[in-house]
Antibody, heavy 120, light 110 residues
Framework: EVQLVESGGGLVQPGGSLRLSCAAS????????MSWVRQAPGKGLEWVSVIYSGGSTYYADSVKGRFTISRDNSKNTLYLQMNSLRAEDTAVYYC??????????????WGRGTLVTVSS | QSVLTQPPSVSEAPRQRVTISCSGS????????VNWYQQLPGKAPKLLIY???LLPSGVSDRFSGSKSGTSASLAISGLQSEDEADYYCAAWDDSLNVPVFGGGTKLTVL
């Protein structure tokens, strides 16, 4: 079955760190573009980061310099290392597979999400 | 403030038809494909429409998408109670160089 399963969320103090994982099955992470998208409580969707199949990485301005996206090809797993966490980073974090073309960019597969709460 | 603009909420009776609008600009909707996502209560988003008007396998043909200029619409016909959800439009933005979302529209089936 093709699916994504996130883990690693939890409660962390402001300024702390957390690493999210997203285990993929049914397809190869390294052959695809993979993203993280977050949703603050009661709010809309916000794109966070992407890693291209070639390894290039990009980030939303709100997390640039604090978050790092990576993958482990041997484990077929996507990661999001989050440092210097702030209260405004509190959200459900979804990993998603990205389909990209010249004029299109969409998320065709989503995980169930993992909740990150930043609070003292 | 979202880059793409959607109405916060819409409502309609069962078996009727409803449309949800999504307004953008030349750097996003005007130049790139629009996608729609459905988020059922307490669930993860799910791709509903891609490339303006295409349905992924398994999505009911009661859902349809359209685009004109810098605006797009999602239409749902034959409304059912299970259609109650939040709906998000999205597109790549050439100026920001990121994918952007609308703020979401909550659909209530009366």
């Amino acid at each position: 079955e093709v699916q994504l399963v996130e883990s690693g969320g939890g409660l962390v103090q402001p300024g702390g760190s957390l690493r999210l994982s997203c285990a993929a099955s049914g397809f190869t992470v390294s052959s695809n573009y993979m993203s993280w998208v977050r949703q603050a409580p009661g709010k809309g969707l916000e794109w966070v980061s992407v890693i291209y199949s070639g390894g290039s990485t990009y980030y939303a301005d709100s997390v640039k310099g604090r978050f790092t996206i990576s993958r482990d090809n041997s484990k077929n797993t996507l990661y999001l290392q989050m440092n210097s966490l702030r209260a405004e980073d509190t959200a459900v974090y979804y990993c998603a597979r990205v389909i990209v073309g010249q004029v299109y960019w969409y998320f065709d597969l989503w995980g169930r999400g993992t909740l990150v709460t930043v609070s003292s | 403030q979202s880059v793409l603009t959607q109405p916060p909420s819409v409502s309609e009776a069962p078996r009727q038809r409803v449309t949800i609008s999504c307004s953008g600009s030349s750097s996003n909707i005007g130049n790139n494909a629009v996608n729609w996502y459905q988020q059922l209560p307490g669930k993860a988003p799910k791709l509903l429409i891609y490339y303006d008007d295409l349905l992924p396998s398994g999505v009911s043909d009661r859902f349809s998408g359209s685009k004109s200029g810098t605006s797009a619409s999602l239409a749902i016909s034959g409304l059912q109670s299970e259609d109650e959800a939040d709906y998000y439009c999205a597109a790549w933005d050439d100026s920001l160089n990121v994918p952007v979302f609308g703020g979401g529209t909550k659909l209530t089936v009366l």
